[in-house]
């Protein structure tokens, strides 16, 4: 069984992007698929020091203790990451990046363990221009190609007010069949 993490840098539970998410894991729970949801907001993550400590054999994951450090784990167990953000300011959320940009830890040693694995993003911005999210796209299509992880997946959707993603038939299919699909 395929198992597929999904996680959330939206600020506001129930907003565009994590229903959006939610259609994706419930198309990949239908294909037969085990899912995980974390929501980065309801956590304590703080931005990278860039001290390097990580990449020290004598070190685990990150010195800094907050709850970064039990990510890490669940997402090297996956089989399927799906990142959720919304786009602001033509990049990822705060959450998002800060999570993100925690990824340093597993660079070195643990590196090995990411190529191969599968990576959707999915992104709701309040702009209808599809270029919006290139910055945001470009950043994960260039980080997960360096990590030799599959990105090849991303759906973008335009949604600017609460709860009008989920109004979007349309979109909630596309989120449907992409789930369905990485199962």
């Given at each position: 069984m395929k198992r597929i993490l999904a996680l959330v840098g939206s600020p506001r539970h129930g907003g565009n992007?994590?229903?959006?998410?939610?259609?994706v894991l419930k198309g990949a729970r239908e294909g037969g698929a085990e899912t995980k949801k974390v929501f980065l907001s309801d956590l304590c993550i703080g931005g990278c020091q860039g001290c390097?400590?990580?990449?020290?054999?004598?070190?685990?994951?990150c010195v800094q203790k907050d709850d970064m450090n039990?990510?890490?784990?669940?997402?090297?167990?996956?089989?399927?990451?799906v990142l959720g953000t919304p786009i602001y300011w033509w990049g990822p959320s705060a959450q998002m990046k800060a999570f993100f940009d925690r990824w340093y830890a597993l660079n070195g040693d643990k590196r090995t363990q990411l190529a191969g694995k599968q990576v959707a993003l999915v992104c709701a911005m309040g702009d209808t221009d599809p270029a919006t999210a290139r910055h945001t796209i470009g950043m994960f299509q260039d980080s997960f190609s360096y990590l030799e992880m599959k990105f090849d997946?991303?759906?973008?959707?335009s949604a600017h007010t609460y709860g009008e993603a989920e109004q979007n038939t349309e979109a909630m299919a596309e989120a449907w069949n992409l789930g369905n699909y990485l199962a």
């Open positions: 992007t994590d229903v959006l998410v939610d259609q390097g400590a990580c990449l020290r054999k004598e070190v685990d994951w039990d990510l890490y784990p669940h997402i090297l167990a996956a089989d399927t990451i997946h991303q759906l973008v959707v």
